[in-house]
């Protein structure tokens, strides 16, 4: 059974908005959360993260058109897409660091297509 549970992708216009969801069960303690993103015949790449204080990093191509949040109670981690384009379109990953163990878990993947 997955441990990272994502949902909100979807296909949507250029110019349009997503939001995607990550949760987790609650017994589950972790240190950074995160999205990742694979486009086809594209190496898997970071778009945000997030820490448990709630300090954030993205990567250069979001240029203020994503917003990621975390609800430590409920142990979620959403994505706020604006302005989506064609380029991105991919499969995106949630992510997130064990705070014990450091181990990496990986949600299931959801797919983001944006028509030009």
């Known amino acids: 059974q997955a441990v990272l549970v994502e949902s909100g992708g979807g296909l949507v216009q250029a110019g349009g908005s997503l939001r995607l969801s990550c949760t987790a069960p609650?017994?589950?303690?972790?240190?950074?959360m995160g999205w990742y993103r694979q486009a086809p015949g594209k190496e898997r790449e970071l778009v945000a993260r997030?820490?448990?204080?709630?300090?954030?990093k993205y990567a250069d191509f979001v240029m203020g058109r994503f917003t990621i949040s975390r609800d430590t109670a409920t142990n979620t981690v959403y994505l706020q897409m604006n302005s989506l384009s064609f380029e991105d379109t991919a499969v995106y990953y949630c992510?997130?660091?064990?705070?014990?163990?450091?181990?990496?878990?990986w949600g299931q993947g959801t797919q983001v297509t944006v028509s030009s």
């Open positions: 992510n997130a660091e064990g705070r014990l163990s450091s181990r990496q878990y």
């Open positions: 609650i017994r589950f303690n972790f240190n950074d």
């Open positions: 997030i820490s448990p204080e709630g300090d954030s």
